[in-house]
């Protein structure tokens, strides 16, 4: 990462925490603006505001370049520091519109005067106006101007809304808008995918915002009569997993009708005699009332006209009701249009703004309600134009995406306000792109593109649309024939991708990548690429002047090139390296000899076909006559792949590094002793630590150390090796790791990077005296810089240490890889043969790592519950940070399976062949798909659904009869599209035949053996589910399906029909551009968290989420971390109220951009319970969690660990509010899966057993509570010793427990003896109290409290105050949701 952030301080100094927090809060209103009090008002970071109002729900901005104009000036002049520091104060303004009364709006000096329109155009009563200007004493306002560059405009200054003429563009974007309006509470878009709305629930379940109901709520601490059962298929040990509750009915979606049509006429567009009369274009409206009315626009405004559908007479009706708004026209002449659009927007405007902003990419719902389909000009006009969105707002039409796309690149980056402007426009383009690429792709397997070579068969068309290339993922003319034909040419653009991901990341200026997607649609792979200016005119020959077109034959090299690629050679671990060109010269390279180098008609020098940026995987490259590490080997690598392509991650060539850095700071130390130890002793050899040294460097490349590091910056050597080319000592191989002084090293084991366990290297590191200081001497000789260092004994030593390690480097640590090694076609000049041959062995290494040390770990990790995989997504996005790719799953799986532990692996276990069967069903369902026709679509998916996950046996297909007749006569004319196949195999398919194909796939794909016959039979043997399964296949393949309860396991008829197919959407894969300054302050914030400096990393946190809000707008998941952070660093500092926005915040933004049911909306939805629980909301609490446990059994079943906290949450708060006998069940259920997941003897299971013994003598069942407590007492007693507190307090529970049963007895006895006349004792009986919950609920959900001092009360108080003050001084009349904390009451004393 070349992110320039060392220059930014780790803690901003006095920077505002109130302000900065009231931001926080605002952060999501103040994106939307939706009334002017939710305005951002502080300005506080000057050149962001204007940047996080800017981006609106339906911001105009369609170029990126208009995205900020000037809105860097303010800082620049400034130092970086202050930028972020200087309270910028906003400043108010009053509004006139016509027909309304003048209102106040809060702005910034840094906005521009477009925002305040987009304002007014959200705000419940000016939503309708469109087309219209400011006026500032009679003079109109630059839209694009910043407003303190307006002269007269200050505090207080009166704006007028003016009304403007009408133009066409202006009255189509006013139709658009009021069309937006009345569709604002409808959720089609989300279900349909399009515009980048997405579902969210979260408000059916807290009753809408819980900002205000927290407010209502909480008027006592009196328990609410709330009904707490939950229903039935939610309690534990149930069976049924219905799928209609994945989306409960919103109340607010049955839709007000306002129209019943609002369309285009039939009679655009005017005629010329009417043009000259200002008629712009004509609407056809029928009212609820069923009136059917002919409406023009015209420059001056809306009016009915007299033409009816079959006679054109554009005369004004009378009356005309000349409008200058259509919602005004509307009101005029229909009563219920009035009433009803008044109370929708009364609606719109109060629902969260995070339900209703676009999110950044398209996310899809795998499930959808049957949805009315309704009339919808705009919608029907959209389809059939290629303008995206609001693209007709740029001049020019269409856009340049390889222009966008790099002109932002070239942007300055100096300093923050730079940095982010820069940032925040490489994500805007990309993420239009990615839409733009998206939908241009699913028209060209649609056969709505005419390809630019129409002549060649269908799989080698090329085609260009809205300046995008896209091309299909086929082998066309045999270009991958040596490296595994459609197969390599399916896998080589995703590796494409993941190169323009790296080379984006390093961002060197100069060197250029394309905008690339990839989308799988319909089992087509499509790439879309943006354009390089003069490719298309020229040959390839002539324009490639770095790198080979022919896989190596021939080679060029240019030196501007090396030159750019050689600075992204070291980030990437890429060596430079010689190869034979066709005339025998040696060629210098510094990537593969696939990378091309072009200078585009722009003069920019742009790389493309980046997919060997990583190093080959030889696990699953067999070359003939190596031979792979003798750990590969035992575990059956190298194995046959389907392509050749199998390159390396990125991550496990970052982790094998820093192993390799500390195998070699470990082996300079141990010679350093070793030295330090000669000289000491006058005698010739000490042979004690000879010997220690040659056992522990063996050890020692076996030792494994967790990847955490992701960036090379730990390398102290990072910034002064001198890239050295590779001159290594001409020695053989097997003595490169033999010293050649100080005492024996062991070659033996010391280079495969092979770990026997976790375990050895730190207990040897205890064991040998002094390792530490003189690993410290090996660090500081090892800084020194690289060549000049004095003393020739130490040179030797890291000579030494490099050679053991591979580095190519002789004075420092410098591993890099040779991407061209096992090229099939490469060539190396003989001189470089030893140097290769070093490569190769470390490609051996590193391959060997991957299977000795990185599985290994991941299982580890699993083990301790520091990772946790709930569904498919997770468990691969696990995989990958260690640098595993998703081809070792069989061998994982395998691993789980030897493991002695493995009934505590279960869960990963069975989510790893969730994961292995629907991937192999994806790979078949995709050439499945090839051969269906368009009319046969939901026909086959719903046939192969059947096939798949359906009990019963002899599934038919059902083909289309009317379509089989046409289809003879036109085969000829029909399979000119990609997607137009035409034969009907797909419908011979059977459930024996698909499961057996599955099992085939399993053994060589992933190469894991799996015996099955049919659905039931795997469902039976692993455990599994099938609405996970369902779930799994539909997001892989982009299914929709129709959201009703399926009868997977009736054996008299098929789960699916046709009709239950709605849609099938398309896979995208792209870059994700990063906001690096925030991801910086993030993560300083996290590291001040962990070291107990709350207060600082809140205020760091809170200074990252501005960041973050500038980069990437409202949505994003980064955001998501950091709202969740914060609420609950808001949570530990006792502010409930603002822990509950926060996390009410995060738990939208998940739903939405992660969507509804993913693990991570999940967690969430628990943190969310808790918050509304220590905010006395209990029945929302309850619900949260309920809502969290469904979604937790649909996406993965009952059984896994995470199943345990939900219980335990659950559980508790069941007991707060008295319902004894159901908290229970759920208590008792997570001692079940703690017990089966951490052992018996684990804390967790302790505590379980404490709160199950809590309920019992609450129902004063003191016998089970004793018997329960005792069990956890054992558990404590055996693990913390006798005198450990929680100990104590186990055995003094018993000892109460002890009493209460005796005192019970007696007065049992006591009635048994005298009848009704017994003097009875009265009982203790106590319910819990709402403190002792909560306390038990922070426990399992792993919060402490910092117990606080009077004096450190009283510090806070004063804080407190003093923020206050600043706030007045700061002029915010509004005071926002956020403002300063009152602690008075929320601090927990302990």
């Known amino acids: 990462m070349v992110s320039k952030t060392d220059d930014i301080p780790a803690s901003v100094p006095d920077c505002n925490p109130a302000d900065l927090q009231r931001d926080g809060a605002q952060q999501g209103t103040g994106t939307s603006k939706g009334c002017p009090e939710e305005s951002c008002g502080c300005a ?127 009255a189509r974007i006013h139709v658009r808008h009021i069309r937006d309006l009345l569709k604002s509470l409808d959720p089609s878009d989300a279900y349909n995918g399009v515009d980048c709305n997405s579902l969210s629930f979260l408000s059916i379940f807290t009753d809408g915002d819980l900002g205000d109901s927290g407010k209502r709520k909480k008027k006592g601490t009196e328990l609410e009569q709330i009904d707490c059962t939950p229903p039935e298929h939610i309690l534990p040990g149930s069976k049924e997993r219905p799928l ?120 899809y719902s795998w499930t959808a309600p049957q949805v009315d389909h309704a009339m919808d000009c705009v919608r029907a006009e959209d389809a059939y134009t290629s303008r995206l969105g609001y693209e007709e707002h740029i001049p020019g039409q269409t856009r340049d995406w390889n222009e966008e796309l790099q002109t932002t690149r070239e942007l300055p980056r100096k300093n923050l306000p730079e940095r982010l402007l820069r940032e925040r426009a490489i994500f805007k383009v990309h993420s239009d792109f990615a839409a733009a690429a998206t939908r241009g792709a699913m028209a060209v397997i649609d056969g709505n593109v005419m390809a630019i070579n129409p002549g060649e068969e269908t799989r080698m068309q090329m085609f260009i649309w809205n300046n995008i290339f896209f091309s299909l993922g086929f082998d066309v003319r045999d270009h991958y024939r040596e490296l595994g034909g459609d197969a390599a040419a399916h896998a080589a653009p995703t590796n494409d991708l993941n190169g323009v991901r790296a080379y984006g990341a390093v961002d060197v200026e100069g060197l250029y990548t394309l905008g690339t997607v990839v989308v799988d649609y319909r089992g087509y792979r499509v790439t879309a690429q943006s354009i390089i200016p003069g490719i298309l005119e020229r040959e390839q020959e002539q324009s490639v002047i770095y790198g080979s077109i022919d896989f190596g034959k021939t080679v060029v090299s240019h030196g501007k090139y090396l030159e750019l690629l050689d600075k992204t050679s070291r980030p990437l671990k890429v060596q430079q390296h010689k190869v034979l060109n066709e005339k025998e010269e040696s060629v210098e390279l510094c990537s593969s000899v696939e990378c091309k180098g072009i200078i585009g008609n722009d003069g920019r020098h742009y790389i493309l076909d980046l997919l060997r940026t990583f190093p080959p995987d030889l696990n699953f490259l067999p070359v003939d006559g190596e031979e792979l590490s003798a750990e590969s080997q035992r575990q059956g690598f190298p194995r046959q792949h389907r392509h050749r392509l199998a390159c390396l991650r990125q991550e496990l060539i970052e982790a094998f590094v820093e192993h390799r850095y500390l195998l070699f700071m470990k082996m300079a130390a141990l010679q350093l002793m070793q030295q330090k130890a000669n000289k000491d002793s006058s005698k010739t050899d000490v042979p004690a ?40 000592a001409p020695e053989s191989e097997e003595s490169s790791s033999k010293p050649t002084t100080n005492g024996p090293v062991d070659p033996t084991g010391s280079q495969n990077g092979e770990c026997k366990s976790p375990l050895e290297g730190k207990e040897l590191e205890e064991s040998i005296p002094g390792l530490a200081q003189a690993k410290e001497l090996a660090e500081t000789l090892v800084s020194e810089d690289g060549p000049g260092m004095a003393d020739p004994k130490s040179r030797e030593v890291v000579l030494n240490a490099c050679k053991a390690v591979g580095s190519i480097s002789n004075t420092s640590f410098d591993i890099r890889f040779n991407p061209d090694i096992f090229s099939p ?385 659950i559980g508790l708060v069941l007991h707060g509010v ?154 915010s009349e509004e005071p926002a949701e956020g403002s300063p904390l009152e602690l008075e009451d929320k601090i927990p004393v302990d």
């Not at 009982?1323 to 306390?1335: D, G, R, V, Y």
């Open 44 to 170: 506080g970071h000057s050149a962001e505001t204007a940047m996080v109002n800017g981006d609106g729900a339906h911001t105009e901005e369609g170029e990126s370049k208009q995205d900020g104009n000037s809105e860097a000036d303010g800082g620049d002049d400034a130092n970086e520091q202050e930028v972020i520091v200087i309270q910028d104060t906003g400043f108010t303004v009053k509004i006139q519109a016509p027909g309304t009364e003048p209102f106040d709006l809060q702005v910034s000096p840094q906005e521009m005067v477009q925002e305040i329109h987009q304002v007014l155009m959200d705000r419940e009563d000016t939503c309708h106006r469109t087309c219209f200007s400011l006026q500032l004493d009679g003079n109109v306002l630059d839209n694009f101007a910043e407003l303190k560059s307006i002269e007269g405009l200050q505090e207080g200054s009166l704006l007028k809304v003016v009304e403007e003429p009408y133009t066409v563009r202006e």
């Open 244 to 363: 209609v509750p994945l989306q409960p009915q919103n109340k607010d979606w049955k839709p007000m009708q306002c129209l019943k049509v609002l369309t285009m006429s039939g009679w655009n567009p005017p005629p010329g005699n009417r043009k000259m009369h200002g008629d712009l274009m004509y609407l056809y409206i029928v009212t609820v009332e069923e009136r059917h009315v002919s409406v023009t626009a015209s420059t001056r405004g809306f009016y009915l006209n007299q033409s009816t559908t079959y006679t054109f007479n554009p005369k004004p009706a009378n009356p005309s009701f000349l409008s200058h708004s259509l919602v005004e026209l509307l009101s005029q002449i229909s009563p219920a249009f009035k009433k009803n659009f008044t109370s929708l927007q009364k609606k719109r405007v109060q629902r969260h703004p995070f339900e209703r902003i676009a999110t950044p990419f398209q996310v």
């Open 689 to 728: 630590i000879t010997e220690t040294s040659a056992t522990d460097s063996n050890v020692d490349s076996t030792q494994t150390t967790p990847a955490q590091a992701l960036t090379d910056s730990t390398d102290p050597t990072d910034n002064n090796s001198t890239s050295v080319a590779p001159q290594m």
């Open 825 to 1209: 076609g490469v060539r190396f000049p003989e001189d470089t043969l030893e140097d290769v041959q070093k490569q190769k062995q470390l490609l051996k290494d590193a391959a060997a790592f991957l299977v000795t040390c990185q599985i290994p770990s991941l299982v580890k990790d699993c083990l301790d519950h520091s990772t946790l995989p709930m569904d498919g997504a997770t468990l691969t996005e696990a995989l990958h940070q260690r640098g595993i790719n998703v081809r070792y799953l069989g061998t994982v799986l395998e691993f789980v399976d030897k493991t002695p532990a493995k009934a505590q692996l279960e869960h990963f276990y069975r989510i790893g062949i969730v994961e292995l069967i629907t991937r192999c069903a994806k790979h078949i369902f995709r050439t499945y798909l090839q051969g269906v026709e368009l009319s046969a679509l939901s026909a086959a998916v719903s046939h192969f659904l059947n096939c798949f996950l359906s009990s019963f046996t002899d599934a038919v297909a059902h083909l289309p009869p009317d379509e089989l007749v046409s289809r003879r006569k036109s085969r000829k004319r029909r399979n000119r599209v990609p997607g137009g196949g035409d034969n009907t195999a797909w419908a011979s398919l059977t459930p024996s035949e698909l499961w057996k194909n599955i099992a085939t796939e399993a053994q060589s794909y992933y190469h894991f053996k799996m015996l099955c016959e049919s659905v039931d039979q795997v469902v039976e043997k692993y455990g599994l589910q099938k609405t996970t399964l369902l779930r799994e296949i539909s997001v892989k393949t982009g299914i929709q399906i129709l959201l009703k309860e399926y009868n997977f396991d009736s054996r008299h008829k098929p789960a699916f029909t046709e009709e239950d197919i709605l849609n099938i959407f398309p896979v995208v894969k792209h870059v994700n551009p990063k906001a690096s300054d925030a991801f910086h302050f993030f993560q300083s914030g996290q590291a001040k968290v962990q070291q107990g400096f709350l207060k600082e990393g809140c205020e760091l946190i809170n200074e990252a989420l501005n960041l973050f809000n500038n980069v990437y707008g409202a949505m994003h998941v980064e955001i998501c971390a950091c709202l969740r952070l914060l609420a609950r660093l808001n949570y530990i500092m006792g502010d409930h109220p603002e822990a509950l926005s926060n996390q009410q915040k995060a738990v939208l933004m998940s739903e939405r951009v992660l969507g509804i049911e993913h693990p991570n909306t999940i967690q969430e939805y628990m943190h969310l319970a808790l918050y509304c629980f220590a905010n006395g909301q209990l029945s929302t609490s309850l619900k949260l969690l309920y809502r969290a446990r469904y979604l937790m059994l649909l996406v993965c079943g009952e059984d896994h660990p995470e199943m345990a906290l939900i219980d335990s949450n």
């Open 1218 to 1371: 008295m319902e004894y006998d159901l908290s229970l069940r759920f208590l008792e259920n997570a001692l079940t899966v703690n017990t089966k997941y951490h052992g018996a003897r684990s804390l967790k299971v302790a505590l379980s057993y404490h709160l199950v013994a809590r309920v019992y003598e609450s129902k004063a069942e003191f016998r089970s509570a004793l018997q329960h407590e005792k069990e956890g007492y054992t558990i404590y007693k055996n693990q913390m010793g006798e005198a450990h507190e929680k100990t104590k307090e186990s055995s003094e529970y018993l000892k109460y427990l002890t009493q209460q049963a005796v005192a019970l007895q007696r007065t049992m006895n006591e009635i048994y003896k005298n009848g009704s006349n017994a003097s009875i004792m009265p009982l203790k009986f106590t319910a819990p109290s709402m403190a002792s919950i909560l306390e038990q609920l922070n426990i399992i959900n792993g919060i402490i409290f910092i117990p606080l001092s009077q004096k450190d009360l009283e510090n806070l108080k004063a804080e407190v105050q003093r923020r206050q003050q600043l706030q007045e001084l700061g002029k």
